[in-house]
Structure formats: C-alpha cells, structure tokens
C-alpha cells in the first residue's frame, strides 16, 4: 500500500473515512506520517499536522458538511441499478471533481497545516489520473 494514497483517501471530501471506519483500517497514521514528513520535517510541526488530519475525520462543523455533500454525490438514486461493479465505479467517478478548491476556500481555515499537502495530492491524483487513461487509450 502507498502511503500517498492512504492519505489522499483521507484527505479527499469525497473518500474521507468515517471514525469507524478509520479505526478498523490499520496502518493509516504512519502512512500520514510519512507524507506529511515530506512536508514538515520537523517533529513538533508534523505532529500538529497529524492531528489536523484527525480532527479532520470526526467530520464538524462547515467541513464536516462538505464531506457529507460530497459523499451523497456519489450515492445513486435507489432505481438505478448496475450490472457490474465496475459499471457502480464509473458512475461514482463522473460525479467526482478536483477538491482543490473546497481545501482553498474551506479547509485551510480550519486545517491549515494539512491544506496544502491535499491541495498537492489532489493535483497529483488528478494528473497521474490524465496520465493512465492516456497510456490506456495507446
């Protein structure tokens, strides 16, 4: 498992974990601390970061909201019905869009250690995205 996607699961509104699920998953707080050592490598300054990212996942106040918007995006209406798993996935993934802008306007006010590194990640993602359907498409 990648330490960057790990993070970036956690990171982006429309993946981020529940408390509950967050505590079943293993591994997931070294994988952020990995990250965001890339980031801040000074000790005191990463461990803010990691409890940024913590409050983060319990999901108050005016990101906890955008979470929850983004998330019911991506349920689908109860007489949609999907042949495949795969055909339940592209659904999911065109109704997605680049968070960058919710961590400009929103997350940085209230977790303002982590918003640059989501904003870095969710460019990435977004490029490594453009990337593979190209090779595919060869």
């Known amino acids: 498992r ?5 993070f970036a699961w956690l990171v982006d509104p429309f993946t981020t974990p529940t408390e509950a699920t967050l505590q079943a998953a293993s591994g ?4 952020c601390i990995e990250v965001l050592g890339r ?19 319990r999901r108050h106040g005016e990101w906890g909201a955008l979470v929850t918007r983004k998330q019911a995006l991506l ?6 019905r999907f042949e495949t798993a795969t ?13 960058a802008s919710d961590w400009c306007l929103i997350g940085a006010t209230h ?12 460019e990435m993602s ?11 498409l060869h």
């Open 28 to 31: 997931w707080e070294n994988d």
């Open 87 to 99: 055909e339940r996935e592209i659904y999911k993934q065109c109704r997605m869009s680049s968070v």
């Open 2 to 6: 990648d330490p960057l996607h790990s």
């Open 126 to 136: 977004a490029r490594s995205a453009d990337v593979e359907r190209v090779c595919k």
């Open 75 to 80: 349920a689908p209406p109860a007489d949609v």
């Open 39 to 57: 980031f801040y490598p000074d000790a005191l300054e990463r461990e803010r970061a990691l409890d940024e990212v913590k409050r983060l996942v």
């Open 111 to 122: 977790f303002p250690k982590i918003a640059p590194v989501a904003v870095r990640v969710d």
